[in-house]
């Protein structure tokens, strides 16, 4: 019987299996593979890596992807930090309004996002000409299509996730150890400081990890912002793979390897820290 439940999982596995193959293990080995050859798509070579590692317009593409994901994570974590807090403050019918809310809003990205974004905040957007309308020049110094209207973006669909990843975590803070921490004489500073945020920042880590992954790797929201105009990595992969001009995909495959690794190594960096917390807090 026991067999026969083993052969049937494993059945009912294949389905899962193959499409990963085909859709993720087979385009994988295919992108490492194209990143060895060289233009001809014939020759074996280190070619790519070296100009993508030491060309000046890739390197800087590669730095301010990270910034961006970096910057974007941190700024969207404290937003959610807070607001998954005072959603747990509320009752239990608006946080479920707000979990799916925020389930809505976190799948709101790529092209419709930047579309919303220049309908609002674009040099002709609702909101800019609303305030120009009213004498106001709070949109003045912001510019849509620069850096920090990349961020601001970035930020907008990094919270939502950021929230329904850290929103869970504040479970694990009993109600119990506020009351004895109280009795015991800790103000509610000390009690997040030794005890509340020692408990959920592993969550913490664990999610800004996710976010910066989740920022390096956008490429439609970007594209449709700001098109080839700022560099960042996503956009220069997406001109070498399928440009208007011409085309290099072993360059853009050897940029996208190094993209992954990008994001293995900080994932991996992050996946330390949580253990390094956990560990503590034993």
Known sequence: MKHKVTLFAVIALLPFALLIALFELLPLAAMIRDSFLADDGITYTFKQYIIALTNPYYTKGMVNSL????????????????ASYSMTRMSSKIQSILVTFSNLTSNFS????????IILLGNSGVFTL????WGLNITGSFNLYSWGGLVAVYVYFQVPLAILLLYPAYSGIHKHWRESASLLGASAFQFWLRIGFPVIIPSVVGTFSILLANAMGAYATAYALVGGSYNLLPTRIGALVAGDVATRPQLGSALAVILGLMMVVAMWCNERMMRRFRRDLR
Request: with cysteine; aromatic share 14%; hydrophobic share 65%.
């Open 67 to 82: 910034l961006i994901s970096i910057y974007s994570s941190c700024i969207g974590l404290a937003i959610a930090i807070a």
């Open 110 to 117: 790529g092209v419709p996002l930047a579309f919303a974004f």
């Open 130 to 133: 609303l305030f120009k309308e």
